[in-house]
């Protein structure tokens, strides 16, 4: 392959990769809510689960 064409192949596909991430990192942006909401669900469920399995202390009657 002739140098010349091999490095506008190179542009060319270095531009569709460019393009591809910018369109990724638009959508993962939107998407940011719902990750946020999981996150702040889950460490809800977390701290019910510690204070469910808490040690009991002692009654004393």
Do not use: K
Not at 38 to 47: F, I, N, S, Y
């Amino acid at each position: 392959m002739h140098p010349d064409t091999h490095l506008q192949l190179h542009h060319l596909r270095a531009a569709d990769l460019r393009a591809e991430a910018e369109a990724y990192r638009l959508t993962a942006e939107t998407r940011n809510p719902r990750r946020l909401r999981a996150r702040v669900g889950w460490t809800l469920v977390e701290v019910g689960l510690r204070l469910a399995s808490a040690p009991r202390a002692a009654v004393a009657f």
